[in-house]
């Protein structure tokens, strides 16, 4: 089966600008995670899904982010406007209960 | 609070044996994971261990004791490959995955 994906794979922008980020979980699974790890520190849990809806969005740092599954299908993470505090990769995993599956992550990297 | 410790890195020769600790804390506990990463690449799954004991799998094995909040990835036969991250995570309460900073494994020949 097809694994999770994410695109980019890299995106540098300046900041103020505003980046989305996408994630495809492997199908069939409900709950959606999306995790940032900035440089040098460990990853940290952002939110997660359950289908469509937020089953805990308590990682997120600001109102500056929003994610959203439509459909409880793919995800996208929107950053706006982007700060310089924001750079680093960005994660997403899908699981259907326990292990989680990570996708390749998103290099965000904002000047 | 909540809290993972590991080591930040460790160094270990080709063939050999090497075993990476993790002490966590959490709100509730729903087992620990094991995750390799190699630099630019995404973390992938090696072991949960939700009770206590020794989980063999292949030339990895993770140990887990609730009492003392610790567990060990114990990697052995080392090969250059083995060079990676070693990430330790915990779940708490609500199934969320509390990640440590990750041990960074590097091999000799």
């Known amino acids: 089966e097809a694994g999770v994906t994410q695109f980019p794979s890299h995106s540098v922008i300046e900041k103020g600008q505003t980046v989305t980020l996408r994630c495809d979980p492997i199908s069939g699974h409900d709950n959606l995670y999306w995790y940032r790890r900035v440089m040098g520190k460990e990853i940290k849990f952002l939110l997660h899904f359950v289908k469509e809806s937020k089953q805990d969005e308590s990682g997120m740092p600001n109102n500056r982010f929003l994610a959203e599954r439509t459909g409880g299908t793919y995800s996208t993470l929107k950053v706006q406007p982007a700060e310089l505090e924001d750079s680093g990769v960005y994660f997403c995993?899908?699981?259907?209960?326990?292990?989680?599956?990570f996708g390749p992550g998103t290099r965000l990297t904002v000047l | 609070g909540q809290n993972i410790d590991q080591p930040t890195e460790m160094t270990a020769t080709e063939g050999a044996i090497v075993q990476i600790n993790c002490t966590y804390q959490?709100?509730?506990?729903?087992?620990l994971f094991w995750y390799q990463q190699h630099a630019g690449e995404a973390p992938t799954f090696l072991s949960y261990?939700?009770l206590d004991g020794l989980e063999e799998k292949g030339r990895f094995s993770s140990f887990l004791s609730r009492s003392k909040g610790y567990s060990y990835l114990l990697l052995k036969e080392l090969q250059m490959k083995d060079s990676a991250s070693y990430l330790c995570a915990g779940t708490d309460s609500n199934y969320q995955l509390i990640w440590g900073a990750g041990t960074k494994l590097i091999i000799k020949p």
């Open positions: 959490t709100s509730g506990f729903n087992g």
């Open positions: 261990n939700v």
């Open positions: 995993a899908s699981s259907r209960a326990g292990q989680q599956f």
